[in-house]
Every structure is written in structure tokens, then in C-alpha cells.
């Protein structure tokens, strides 16, 4: 180490000598980790002690949510129909029925909802074809750029405007056991800051579904946009083509065996393009709903990682290592000038 | 000025110096005046008159600058999109406003700005310090002539052309000037051209007959002249004009009245001269080429990474287009009814109108070039510049490599090689300055058999360190190994039976009388006291003259004065005991030249009158000279001579012997004779002249001189040559002094083969004499090839036998062997050789040589000097390190990385280096890596999103990803990281083959890291959307929408990226945890903020931490569980890689790590068992010797003459 006299820098006053410092000469104190066989053991242990009981817990969370799949879109089209799509085009009440038994004892909350599938809201010129403004604002009502197509009809704007709020989920659920219409709750099935901060409370819908060509749902008119909760779910696209939002909760408890009357509107079409619809009753545990992907998971590394430990540690417990031996460098291997 | 009268009186001893300047004939030279090439018209003494002024030659500044206000915006600019990476995402800014944009058009441009920004900033620094280095120079001072004989300073810039200009001792030149008169009589001045080529001995330059007279300011007064030359060209050796003075006659002018800028006045007091070209004009501007922009290996191999990557990324973009395109021409069916109904593909733009869906595909193809630009790194190329830059510093800042005596601290100039410094392959050195210090020191000699000194060279400090520990390191304490340090310069001689006179009490005192005052006599320096002190100084030809001379006197003869004909020395009278004045007087010089190998002098001693011709020379010429009765001590001194030489040392063998009054004045007769010759043989005649007197000379013994090495050159370049790097000494010195050179640093050894590549052949002597040139080169040519080829098979026989060997190529035969149809035969034999020596190398010899080493091994070439000599071979090598001596800034500007000193070379190689080259190229590694990760989640989201360019990511996350959450470690690894610490990097010099191998960056690598970026990006997606599908992801019933489970992707990559840094990182500072986990905390503090923001500015990102993210436990174990499944691969890849197959670093981790860094024996063992055998340096020449003493010693110097 050089020293670092401060007498001699106070003589030489206009010394060029850099000034030391840990920094400068890159001496901080630094840790300088190995993957010694004891640090690779223990975090394999560690991962595979923290993992396991995860993965447990989470596998019997899934477990216990009870959850009833009802696919209907092929099944709600009259066996004689065979244009499907034109059937689901053309106007008209159709409703069918469905009947669900439920397998296990369900506690409230019961949520209901509808999944589709093949189903691309994160399109690009879908997802982008809204205008947040024209949602959020009713002095606004006029902004209605990125709605193309769905942005006028007949030379006056449409709110909500889009692709998105056009194309509005319209099937129909009314639930009921023995005859007793279960009641399913709209309320609050959407995300607080959507209704609170993106919906306005003085905007409503207007010109909505008035031109040509009809997507899905309609609005009322008399309702604010904020309290239309089943558009503000709708609008908030999904990640993935297949999946499920909520059409509302159910406060009561089913019981195992109960069986529950569905009486359908099939309003919406997803037949032209292959897609599955289906209804949902599920509960929730602590983790959300029914899968056993994350306890599994949890499982397969946690144990993975134990095994990794164990076979690490016979590896050097049977071929300790071998100090500095050369023949694994390159260079050794071949020497002489390359 | 009363001084500069004394000196001026005093006639100037010419007869001293040999005035050879071959003038062209003046008819020749003044009819080329005024011809092309021949225009220039200089008004001296009157710059303003109107002539000059309409001729506008340029002024005296010089600007080195690379921009002005004006041109730096459009040429920086353009620099910047040179780069291809730079230009593509210049499109994708300019097509983020189009609505082909999968995001929005401020969070894609913003990152540009910000990385041009930054590089801008970094060259307006740069250039701005080049600026003030350029005003500095520009306003020296330097005093002119401003009219009336008044002599006023101005600065240089405003110098013109035509002014007269007084240059005082030890001033540098302002310009070309053209000397007219100096502060002596003859008009004589003495220039050194150190900063031009490197030559240390002074030249002498001497104004015209009809200008000398020119003494006084005042004489400037009434002074007019017009001068007539060549115009303004590169050429420093030549010159032609006239000077038109007083009576308008024509005087030719040539090189020898030439003065160049940059170049200084010694030994003379101050000089008139006229400025002839100024600034641009002068020579040494125009001989300064632009330096060329060295780019490192691993940058070129970064371009290549980039196109490959932008290669790959073309392909999925085009994969992407093409199912996009069949998938919107589905929508569409034939029948006209619409599939996905949703997207009104009835109704759209082009860029999704399923009826031109190929349109739409090709659209969408520049959609996808953009959405996937992250898999470029647009912050790599800034992130490592900033590195660079940090690691510059930590570089200038090192303390290891700071010069106390010179105050000079090491200075990287260009920091876009640093990482270059770990990988190379061949140094090519300069001797004189690098190597060696560029003095001379006498240190042992050999009087009348018996040898005296008990000095110690540097190569013997070294050997005997090694001795004693044979393997403990050793540094820097050479002060107190060498106690009593020298303090005359010049003079290492310590001797007690000799010293203060105690010589008298010796054997043979008459024999080492006669020794010392031969060394007083026989040279031809000049003595300079000083008044106020007694102390006699010297100015010597050479170094090694001069400490010939300070060895006499401080040996008791005093050389104190030299007039025209005599010398006069002050010595010990022997029979009286005291000290006296002797006079000798001088008669005649026969002087050294590079084929006699000595030089004598006659000498007529005024006190008895004995005529002596004392001799000196090389002992390969001396020994054959020595008279029957001469050769008592020459056993003995001839022995001594052997060692010395070994030992590195210059010797020089001193004989003297009586002439006879006859002999001499025959041979005076003849001498005379001959030098009145006027033909081409005038020299030979005159050599064989002084060959026939100086025979049957009487030996007295031997002088060792040191070429005095550099502090710590041996041990660095053992250092080097343990680290498997190969020197090659190029040098402008004579075959001997190189070879001395060699064996003083241990390049050369005692029972190495050497092959010697020489013209200076016998035959060659003949055909010049026959003076037919053609046959000469061809024959000379055909000489060097057959040598090359003799070398070339006994480098086959010695490497079964495994010697080694050496080759030594003078500079005539370099020339050949750098022709077309040699050069490949003379780089077999040259890498065949363990070390190279190239003597006698013009500077495009030093350079030529470089590029061939550099172009043929592919290896990386690093060239090291001191001199402007070294220019062309810094400016050619991959890597130029100029030493920034005592004087001479040439070699320092054109270099890269400026030291103080050689022996820094070792820890800015295998410290620095390394460390800048694994950082370096770690760094790339994890760039790709981090890009990789982020790019293919983009890529795989795409694939469910029908191809459509919808991101994954809200669009600042995108665009902040490189800026912000992942940058700072990466820097941090770039500028921090150490795998070896810098002592340890120096006790195993193997490790350093890391870089040469290029280990850390080949392919392989490279494609492994972007495989584990792979392997990250497809666990952290698949994990992701597989364990939130459809389901409900909370308690509350809510579903993943699009904003969390982009939000969710995001935090696992920022997570992995982060983490495996932490991983790959071997050094934890403070900051590296600070950057690692705060990049990480910065990413939560960013989202929970910019979430809080309007939902118009933070769209999908709004509230979505507080209220869906943070809440849901699933989100927490979804993160945890992507991160440590996505980093379990690589952990247990490199937990088996550092265990069974570790590189050479990961086994001196060990070595760390067990704690046994500090055993010195185990250290031995672990070195041992991995080195290659070197060949050079002196733990090489310590083991070779140790072999030799087990067997019988055997000669093994096979010489090829």
C-alpha cells in the first residue's frame, strides 16, 4: 500500500498525486461471495424448506374453492339451427335453459361469471379503441379519437365511444334454485378506482348502439357511465383471449347437490369466430379462484430444489474438489500460440 | 547577457564535431526556386508589408479540436448515427408518430434523446479539454522583433510569417523558422529534436556566413530579406530555398538553417531566426497525421452481437407479420361475413384491413420492429461509454501508478480501449526512455585484470530477490537494496580500493592511472562550469560519453577544459601526491563510427612530451588490436567483459599505446591526405588510415556502462512473461546496445539460441564498395531470406529440444524481410521466437512491424514509447501507451493511455486490464441478457395477442426499463466489479490469459447468456399467465386484466434481471447493493407513484399496485415464485461450473476462499501446476540457469553471420 503521508502532500501543494481514498483505488470493503458447496446446499434447502409449505398451503386453497363450469354456446343453439351465426344474428328472444348441480357446499360469495374464449381484447386496435376522456368527462363528450369505426352515427357522437363499449357483452343469467330466483348482485363487481375515477358520474350513454350495425349490449341512457358496472368490467380488457369476468355475486349459500336453474339470454355472438362461452360459479379462497398451478409449482421446485441439495451434497461428499487443477483451463489443454 | 558575451567570444571548438551537412550545389537549388512546389516568398523582418499580405499564409495557431460551435451539432450528430443502432431507433422515433406505434410517441423518443444526449455531452467534454490543451500552446510566449531593434513578447498564435523571432536556451521553437544568427560566433546552435524523433543527442544547426553577423537586437533593426522556398510539406529532413540579403544575391538554404517547431534550443543562449511556416504549415503539424479511432475487439464483436440480435429480431418480426397477416385475412371470410366481428374488420385502416392483409402484414412488420426494439439495448453503447469513462478515471486516479519523482500520475486519453488492456498478446517496445532511462551510468570496470564496482543492476537486484524467496512477491523496495543511490548522475560506481584516490594502493597503479586518464582524455564532450559553482558539468554526444567522463572525474581526473587543440585535466601526480593541472594536447580525433566500433584519440602530453594514442572500442574489435606484449590482463578482462555483457552492460574496451615521433608524423602526413580527398572513398581512405595506427595496442582494461533500466523493468517484464505476453523490443539503437538491452531485462539469456539477422556482411561491404546498388539489395535481400530460412529450421530443431530462442533483425534487413514475398517466412520465424529484438528500426520500420504482428496473429497488439520516433507504431498498434518521460509530449499526445514509467505497465495490464475486460465484457453479456429477458415476454404476450403489436407493458414501463430499473447495476458491474483482487490479479499473472483467450466474451458465452435470457423470459411468462389464467387472482372474485398482469410480468423481470446480476456479481460493495436492490425498490416506488397519477397520464397503470397488485397475495407469490424458478437454472449451472470446471479466476477464488492466498508455498503450487513454461524474463533465466548447473554448462549461442 502506498502511504498516504499527509506531510508530503502539504509540501507539494500542487501535486498531480491522486488523493487516496478506498474509492479511488478501489479498495471499498466489498463481500466477495463463492458458491461454496455449503452456500449451494443451504440455498437449495432454504428454497425448498420456504417452498413446499407454499406450495401445500396454496394446493389446498385451490382445493377448497368450489367452482361449477357450464359451457353453453353450442348447446343454446336449436338442434335444427344450423347457421349458428346467422341464429345468434338475428333478433329475437333467445333463451335457453341450463341446469347446474352443485358438487360441494358453497359459501358466499358466490361469484358468477361469464368466460369466453378465443376472445382477443388485447388486440391492438382493440384495446386502443376507447377514449378515456370521453369516459371520464362529460364536457368531453365530443373527444372520440381512436373510437374508429364506432366514434358517429349519424353525424352525432357515440358515447361511449369504441370498439370496446361497442362490442359490450349481452348474455343474460337469472339464477334460480327450486324455483326461487337467486338474486345476483351488480354491485361492486367492477374496481373502485374504474367507477370512482374513470367512469364520470354525469356522463351518459348516448347515441349508443343506434347505428347499422349492433355489437353486443345496450346501455341505459338514463344511467351514468359510473354506475354501469357491467360496461366498466367489459372495458377492462383482459390480458389473455381466453377469459372470465365477473356478471355479479350471489350472497347466499348453495348446497351440495342443490341444483340451480339457469335461464339463459344467448345474445352474444362468439360463434362466428369459434369462441366457447361458458358460465362460472365459483367461490374464493384466500389465494382467488381455482387453480392448481401455483401449488403445484410450489411443490415441483421446492422439491426439485431438495433434491438438488441431496445430490449436490453426495457430489462433494464422493469427488471432493481438486485444488487448481490446471487441465481444465483451455489454454492448457492446447498450449503453443493458437 | 554578460554570459552569453563570454560564450560568444570563446571560438567554439568545430574541430571537435564533424560538420558533414552535404550541400547541394547552390546552382542546383536555386533553379527550383519559384518553380512548382517551390513558391513560397517570405518578407522577413516585414510580416505587415503588403506582399505578405496578399499571399495569406496561415497563422501560427493550432487547433487540434474535433468541433467548433458551428460544425458540432451536424458533425456530432452525424458521428452518433454511424452507429446502426443508433439510426434504427431514430426510425422507430420517427414512426412512434405514426399510428403503425404499439406505444406512444414521447416514451420512445424520450430514451433517445437521453442516450444521444449524454454521448453529445460526453464529446463536448472531451473536446473542450483538447481546447484548453490547444490555448495553452497557442499563448506561449515567444519575444519578436516589433521594429527599431525592440524585442517584445507576444504570444504564439499571433505569430507571422516573416517575423523575426529570439529564441533563449531551453525554449522550444515557435515555428519553422530559418536560422539566422546565434549567440555564437559560427552562428552555430544546438537544437534536440526530441519531440520529433525521439533523439536525444543534440544537432548541431548553423545559420548562413552572410546572417551570423546578426548579433545584437539592435542589428534587426534596418534588417530586410526575402526568402524563397518549398512550400509547406511533411518532409522533416529536407529543405530548399534562397535568401535574398543586401546586395541582392541568391544564398541557398537547406535542412541545415532550418529550426522546426517543437523542437528546443540547448547549449546555446538564444538564437535569431526568421519565421518561415507557421501553424498549419510547419512540418511537424503537417507530418501529424489525424489519429486514427482505435475501436476495441470486443466493441467490433458488440456490433456484430447487435446485428445478430437485430438479425434475430427481423426474424420473429417477420414471423410475427406473417401470422398477423393470415390471421386478419381471416377475419374476413370468403363469404364476406366477419369472424372477429369485434374489431369491425369490415370497417378499418389499412394497417388491419383483412381484404389486404398482405399490406397489413408488411405494415405490421414495422410495428413489430418497433415493438421489439427492446431487444436491442439502446443504452448499451452510452453504458459502456460511461463505464469507460469511470474506469478511466479509476485508472488516472491509481495511486499504484502515480510517479512520485516526475509527480506524474497515469492518464488514460482515449477510454474506449480499456478493456483492450486485458487482452493483449505482443507488447512492442521502445528501448531508450521506455526500457531504459535513457542514462548512462558507470558501474563496474576492469582495470588491468581485476574488477572493480560492487554496483548492482537492476537485473542483478532483481535475480537476487528471486534467489531468496523464490516465490514471494516482490515489490517496489528497490531503495533500500540500493542504499547508497547514485548521487552524480551518470555515475553508479561504488569501490572502496579505488575510490578517493585510494587507486594509488593498488597493484597495478600505473595501469590504473594510465585507465582513468585515458577515460578524462579520449572522448569528445565538452566541459561547461558553471560559475557560481565549482562543479564541472558535461555536454556529451551521448549519455554513455558523458558517463565516461563523470566516471573520470569523480575518480579523481578532472576533465575541466577543452580549447582548440588541448585538453586540460586535473589529476594526481604520482610521485608528488598532490593535485595538478595537466594540459594534453589534442592532435588528432579518430572517430567512432558504426564499422570501426571505436574511437582514439592522439594526444601529445605537455609535461614529458610522450605522443599516446589512447584508444576505446568495442571488444570485438579491441582485442585483435592489442600488441604481443599488450595482452597481460586479457584473459582475465576478456572474462569480465563476458559477464558484464551478460549482466546487460555496455562495455567498451580501453587500450592505449605510445607512437614514436616518426610513426606519428607519417601517419599525420597520410591522415591529412586522406581527409583532403575529395571522392566518394574520402572515408574509407581515411578509415584505412587510423585501421593501420591503431594496432599493437596495450591493454588496460574494461569499462561496463548501464544503459541504466528503468525502476522495476526486469521484474515487470517477467511479470508480463508470466502472464504469457510477448515482448518485442523495437529500437533505433545499435545491434549492440539492443542486444545489451536484451540480456539486461532478461529477454536475452546466457544459453538461449539467438538467431542474428545482420547486413552488415562482408559481402555487402564489397558490392557498396563496387557501388553497384542494385546488386547490393538483391544480394542483400537474398542474404536476409536464407538467414530467415536457417532461423526458420533451427526453431524447428530447438523446439523438440524445447530452448529457446531468440531473434535479433537489424534494421537493413528488417527492410527486406517486410517485403511482400518475405514478410510471411520472417513472422513464422518471429513467433517462433520466445523474444524478438529488432535493432536499427526507422519509425515506418517500428510501425510496419506493429501492423504486421497485429494483422498476422490477430492478436492484440499494445506498443509502448517515449519518443515522436514511437508515433507511427502507437498510432498503428491496437493499443499505443506513450511514457510520458521528462520531456517530449509527441509520443504522449498520439498515445492512448499516457504512464510515467514501464514498470506501470504490469498493473495497468493485469490489473486494469483485466478487471476492464471482464467488466467489460460482463457487462455486454448481462446487457443482451437483460434485453433478452424483456424482449421475448414482449414477444411471447405478442403470440397471444394474435400477432396484433399489442404490448405487454404500459408504455413508460417500456420505456424506463433500460433507463432506469435496470441500468445502474449493470454499471456498477461495468465499473466495480472485481472476480480477483488487484493483488491477487498480480501474484497469478496466468490469470491475465483469461483476456488474451478472450474467455470471457467468446461466442459461447455470449450464446449462453442469451440462452439464459431465454430460459428467464419463457419461465417468467409461462409462470405468469399459467398461474393467473382465468381465475379469480384475490379473495375478492376480481380477474387478471390486461394492466396487472402486465404490471405482475414486470415486477418478475425486474426481479430476475436484477437478481441475476446479483448472482453473476462477485464484488459487493455498498453500491452494488445499493443499485441492485434500489433498482428493484425504485420499480415499487415508480408504480405505486405513477399510479397515483391521472389516469389520462398513468392509463393502464392506474392505481394498479395500491389496489389490485399489492393486495392480492397471489401476486406476491407469483413474484416469488417466478424469480427464484426462473433463476434456479442458472444457479445451478454455475454452482456445478465453479465446483468441477472453474476458470482460472474461479480456482484462485478458491485459492481465496480456503484462506490459503497467504501461503506463499501453496500459491507455488497452485502457479506451478497451471503455467505454461515462459521463456522470457528472469524467473525463466533463473530456472535456466539452476537446469544449467545440473548439467555441464554449454554454449549454446548459435550466432548466423
Known sequence: MENTDTSTSTVRRNSKRPRYSKFTQQELPACKPILTPRWVISAFMLISIVFIPIGVAALFASRDVVEIVDRYDSECIPANETD??????????????????????????????????????????????????????????????????????????????????????????????????????????????DREHKFGKDVYPKNFQSGGLIGGGILDPNIPLSEQEDLIVWMRTAALPNFRKLYGKMEVELQENDVIDVTLGNNYNTYSFNGKKKLVLSTTSWLGGKNDFLGIAYLTVGGLCFFLAMAFTVVYLVKPRQLGDPSYLSWNRNPGWR | MANGDRQRRRSHPSSVHSLSFGRQSSEEVLSLIGGPGFSRLVFCNDPHCLQASILKYAGNHVSSTKYNIATFLPKSLFEQFRRVANVYFLLCALLSFTPLSPYSALSNVLPLVVVIGVTMGKEILEDWRRQMQDIEVNNRLVKVHRGG????????????????????????????????????????????????????????????????????????????????????????????????????????????????????????DYIYGVVIFAGQDTKVVQNSTAPPSKRSKIERRTDKLVYLLFAGLVLISFIGSVFFGL???????????????????????????????????????????????????????????????????????????????????????????????????????????????????????????????????????ALTRRKRLPDEEVHGDDTSDNAHKASVKGFNFFDERIMNGEWINQPHRDVIQSFLRLMAVCHTAIPEVAEDRREVTYEAESP????????????????????????????????????????????????????????????????????????????????????????????????????????????????????????????????????????ADRDEMVEEVEDRIEKNLILLGATAVEDKLQNGVPDCIDKLAQAGIKLWVLTGDKM?????????????????????????????????????????????????????????????ESRESSDAVALVIDGTSLAFALEDDVKDAFFELAIGCASVICCRSSPKQKALVTRLVKIRTGGTTLAIGDGANDVGMLQEADIGIGISGLEGMQAVMSSDIAIAQFRFLERLLLVHGHWCYRRISSMICYFFYKNIVFGFTLFYFEAYTSFSGEAAYNDWYLALYNVFFTSLPVIAL????????????????????EGIHNLLFSWKRILGWAFNGTVSATCI????????????????????????????????????????????????????????????????????AYGYLDPYISTTAYMVFVEACAPALSFWLVTLFAVISSLVPYFTYSAIQIRFFPLYHQMIHWVRNDGQANDPEFCRLVKQRSLQPTTVGYSARFEASSKRLDKKPEQATTNIE
Request: glycine share 6%.
Open chain 2, 327 to 461: 390471421w386478419t385475412s381471416d377475419d374476413i371470410t370468403e363469404d364476406g361475413s366477419m369472424t372477429r366481428w369485434y374489431l369491425r374488420p369490415d370497417n378499418t385502416e389499412i394497417y388491419y384491413n383483412p381484404r389486404k392483409a398482405s399490406i397489413a402484414a408488411i405494415l405490421h412488420f414495422l410495428t413489430a420492429l418497433m415493438l421489439y426494439s427492446y431487444f436491442i439495448p439502446i443504452s448499451l453503447y452510452v453504458s459502456i461509454e460511461i463505464v469507460k469513462v469511470l474506469q478511466s478515471i479509476f485508472i488516472n486516479q491509481d495511486l499504484n501508478m502515480y510517479y512520485e519523482e516526475g509527480d506524474k500520475p497515469a492518464r488514460a486519453r482515449t477510454s474506449n480501449l480499456n478493456e483492450e488492456l486485458g487482452q493483449v498478446e505482443t507488447i512492442l517496445s521502445d528501448k531508450t526512455g521506455t526500457l531504459t532511462c535513457n542514462s548512462m551510468e558507470f558501474i563496474k570496470c576492469s582495470i588491468a585484470g581485476t574488477a572493480y564496482g560492487i554496483g548492482v543492476t537492476e537485473v542483478e537486484r
Open chain 2, 736 to 796: 549492440e546496445t539492443a542486444i545489451n538491452i536484451g540480456y539486461a531485462c532478461s529477454l536475452l539469456r546466457q544459453g538461449m539460441k539467438q538467431i542474428i539477422i545482420s547486413s552488415e556482411t562482408p559481402e555487402r561491404v564489397a558490392l557498396l564498395k563496387a557501388g553497384d546498388d542494385l546488386a547490393v539489395s538483391a544480394a542483400a535481400k537474398a542474404n536476409v531470406v536464407d538467414q530467415i530460412n536457417r532461423g526458420k529450421t533451427l526453431i524447428k
Open chain 1, 84 to 193: 349458428k351465426v346467422k341464429y345468434i344474428q338475428t333478433p329475437g328472444e333467445k333463451s335457453c335453459n341450463r341446469t347446474l348441480t352443485v358438487p360441494k357446499r358453497m359459501k358466499p360469495p358466490i361469484f358468477v361469471y361469464y368466460q369466453l374464449d378465443n376472445f382477443y381484447q388485447n388486440h391492438r386496435r382493440y384495446v386502443k379503441s376507447r377514449n378515456d376522456q370521453q369516459l371520464r368527462d362529460s364536457k368531453e363528450a365530443n373527444s372520440v379519437s381512436g373510437c374508429k369505426p364506432e366514434d358517429f352515427n349519424n353525424g352525432s357522437v357515440i358515447v361511449p365511444c369504441g370498439l370496446i363499449a361497442w362490442s359490450l357483452f349481452n348474455d343474460t343469467y337469472s339464477l334460480s334454485r327450486n324455483n326461487i330466483t337467486l338474486n345476483v348482485s351488480k354491485k361492486d363487481i367492477s374496481w373502485k378506482s
Open chain 2, 544 to 679: 554513455d560519453e558523458a558517463a565516461f567522463v563523470v566516471a573520470a572525474r569523480e575518480l579523481g581526473f578532472e576533465f575541466f577544459d577543452r580549447t582548440q587543440g588541448s585538453v586540460s585535466i586535473r589529476e594526481l601526480d604520482l610521485v608528488s601526491g598532490k593535485r595538478v593541472e595537466r594540459n594534453y594536447k589534442l592532435l588528432n580525433v579518430l572517430e567512432f563510427s558504426s564499422s570501426r566500433k571505436r574511437m582514439s584519440v592522439i594526444v601529445r602530453d605537455e609535461d614529458d612530451g610522450k605522443l599516446l594514442l589512447l584508444s576505446k572500442g568495442a571488444d570485438s574489435v579491441m582485442f585483435g588490436r592489442l600488441s604481443e606484449d599488450g595482452r597481460e590482463f586479457e584473459a582475465r578482462t576478456k572474462e569480465h567483459v563476458g559477464e558484464y555483457a551478460d549482466e546487460g552492460l555496455r562495455t567498451m574496451v580501453l587500450a592505449y599505446r605510445e607512437l614514436g615521433e616518426d610513426e606519428y608524423r607519417e601517419f599525420d602526413e597520410a591522415f591529412r591526405a586522406a581527409k583532403n580527398i575529395v571522392s
Open chain 2, 149 to 268: 531593434g525592440v524585442f517584445d513578447n507576444i504570444k504564439w498564435k499571433d505569430l507571422k510569417v516573416g517575423a523575426v523571432v529570439k529564441v533563449d536556451k531551453d525554449e522550444y521553437f515557435p515555428a519553422d523558422l530559418i536560422l539566422l544568427s546565434s549567440s555564437y560566433d559560427e552562428a552555430i546552435c544546438y537544437v534536440e529534436t526530441m519531440n520529433l524523433d525521439g533523439e536525444t543527442n543534440l544537432k548541431m544547426k548553423q545559420a548562413l556566413d552572410v546572417t551570423s553577423k546578426l548579433q545584437e537586437d539592435l542589428d534587426f533593426n534596418d534588417f530586410k530579406a526575402v526568402i524563397r522556398c518549398e512550400d509547406p510539406n511533411a518532409n522533416l529532413y529536407s529543405f530548399v530555398g534562397s535568401l535574398e540579403f543586401e546586395n541582392e544575391q541568391h544564398h541557398p538554404l537547406g535542412p541545415q538553417q532550418l529550426l522546426l517547431r517543437d523542437s528546443k534550443l540547448r547549449n546555446t
Open chain 2, 1021 to 1088: 411468462f409461462f409462470f405468469c399467465i399459467r398461474a393467473v389464467e382465468a381465475q379469480a387472482f384475490r379473495k375478492g372474485g376480481e380477474v387478471v386484466g390486461y394492466e396487472i398482469l402486465g404490471a405482475t410480468m414486470y415486477t418478475c423481470v425486474v426481479w430476475v434481471v436484477n437478481c441475476q446480476i446479483a448472482l453473476s456479481i462477485s464484488y459487493f460493495t455498498y453500491i452494488q447493493h445499493l443499485f441492485i436492490w434500489g433498482g428493484i425498490v425504485l420499480w415499487y416506488v415508480f408504480v405505486l
Open chain 2, 974 to 993: 461495468g465499473v466495480f466489479d472485481q472476480d480477483v483482487s488487484a493483488v491477487l490479479c498480480l501474484r497469478f499473472p496466468l490469470l491475465y490469459q
